[in-house]
Nanobody, 126 residues
Framework: QVQLVESGGGLVQPGGSLRLACVTS????????IAWFRQAPGKEREGVAWISSLEGSSTYYIDSVKGRCTISRDNSKNTAYLQMDSLKPEDTGVYYC??????????????????WGQGTQVTVSS
């Protein structure tokens, strides 16, 4: 079973940056598409960014983070990343990574994902 662990969250001022990491102790992350989701207080969880499996040649972002976030992967480290810049208070929430075996088409349908991490808190506040 693939276990995912997120890290890198924290408290940051508006305009600041964070880099989230999603790591697995297994040697199989390259076969999974990875998505980052977030859940703001009182709101439903939403997909934020997606990267295809293997080389990660395809990515997808929701409009609200385009130009501010970059999703990437390093299969040699079994790790996926979400670089977040120019953070806004509305980016606050718990961020989760999820893995979809052989995912090749961008989707934020949660039922498509086989494994989830426990989440890392991101708070953007002055």
């Amino acid at each position: 079973q693939v276990q995912l662990v997120e890290s890198g969250g924290g408290l940051v001022q508006p305009g600041g940056s964070l880099r989230l990491a999603c790591v697995t102790s297994q040697y199989s992350l390259e076969y999974y598409a990875i998505a980052w989701f977030r859940q703001a207080p009182g709101k439903e969880r939403e997909g934020v960014a997606w990267i295809s499996s293997l080389e990660g040649s395809s990515t997808y972002y929701i409009d609200s983070v385009k130009g501010r976030c970059t999703i990437s992967r390093d299969n040699s480290k079994n790790t996926a990343y979400l670089q977040m810049d120019s953070l806004k208070p509305e980016d606050t929430g718990v961020y989760y990574c999820a893995a979809d075996l052989w995912g090749s088409a961008a989707t934020f349908s949660e039922t498509e994902y086989d494994y989830w991490g426990q989440g890392t808190q991101v708070t953007v506040s002055s």
